[in-house]
């Protein structure tokens, strides 16, 4: 059976639930091999191996914290020299999708970023996506040499399936001196609530707020449900809320299982962002709202009557 390689997202050795998701994809594949690089990489072996990992390839290198992208392509190169594998998948996220490219390009491959799905297919893996503000679905097929792929989170369910999870040094030679240096970091502040591009619900707010302070009754929705906070480029633009949390075709794209938009007309550039999503609901007091076209349910209210009874009423049934 052929190797897949999946780069770990971690942090100092805590797994992120989109790295589980991808050992789902890749067993699909072929048979997992896990890249864990930086601090505490050796603490993820355990998580892996219950999650399908037959090999934990491991560097916790310095070069990893004090430099930017190059030397992990650096160490995806040494492990796909040592492998061999059918493909490489990652998270799809801004650091890794530079990562991919700069790996493909490195190895003479193709490279295919943001997927919502991998299948196995007689010439190597196809890789759906959704596409043009996905209004199509995509198939695709890297053509020459190992495939590089991004995944978008919650593309897949994450199930666990005992494995060897075999911890193995990765031996890397880095390129010194040939990539930007880090000199400084900063801790972001906490929110307590998971990360948007990563959440399994995500509750947005538009321009129907009317106001910053109407991002009140989105937040206490999204932390009666345990998810993220989003918000509309009109939103965002009008100083309402940070940058960081808008989804659309120039912010954040999300796929969750659940998106609850309230307020939000539904312009194709916010559609294009969470048009994958499982389940949608919208929240608008205008019945002729284009996000009526997409929701799956769909409420033709005043948001801030609506929302708040919603969050009441979950409430309820939590206690």
Do not use: C
Request: charge should be negative; charged fraction near 20%.
């Amino acid at each position: 059976m052929a190797d897949v390689l999946v780069v770990v997202d971690h942090v100092e050795g805590s797994v992120r639930k989109p790295t589980l998701e991808l050992l789902t994809l890749a067993r699909r594949l072929g048979s997992p091999v896990a890249v864990a690089l930086g601090a505490g990489a050796a603490r993820t072996a355990q998580v892996l191996g219950e999650h399908g990992a037959e090999r934990v390839l491991v560097s916790e290198a310095s070069e990893f914290a004090e430099f930017l992208v190059v030397p992990k392509v650096d160490a995806l190169a040494a492990a796909v020299e040592l492998v061999g594998p059918v493909a490489v998948l990652a998270v799809s996220s801004g650091e890794n999708k530079e990562v991919a490219a700069r790996l493909a390009l490195r190895l003479g491959s193709g490279v295919i970023t943001d997927a919502v799905d991998v299948e196995a297919g007689e010439g190597g893996p196809v890789v759906v996506q959704s596409v043009f503000a996905a209004s199509f679905t995509a198939r695709s097929r890297v053509s020459r040499g190992v495939a590089v792929i991004t995944v978008k989170p919650n593309s897949a369910g994450v199930e666990p399936v005992a494995a060897g999870g075999v911890v193995e040094e990765l031996s890397v030679g880095f390129v010194v001196g040939a990539a930007a240096r880090v000199v400084s970091r900063s801790a972001r502040e906490s929110s307590g609530r998971p990360e948007l591009t990563e959440a399994a619900i995500v509750v947005s707010g538009g321009r129907g707020l009317g106001s910053g302070e109407g991002f009140g009754v989105i937040e206490a929705l999204a932390d009666a449900l345990g998810g993220a906070v989003g918000a509309s480029r009109a939103a965002v633009d009008a100083g309402w809320y940070p940058h960081a949390h808008q989804v659309g075709q120039t912010g954040k794209s999300v796929s969750p299982q659940l998106y609850i938009a309230s307020g939000i007309s539904g312009a194709i550039q916010h559609r294009a962002g969470m048009q994958t999503s499982k389940t949608i609901v919208a929240v608008n007091k205008d019945p002729e709202a284009p996000i009526f076209e997409l929701a799956d349910y769909g409420v033709v209210g005043d948001l801030h009557t609506v929302v708040p009874q919603l969050t009441d009423e979950i409430n309820k049934r939590k206690g």
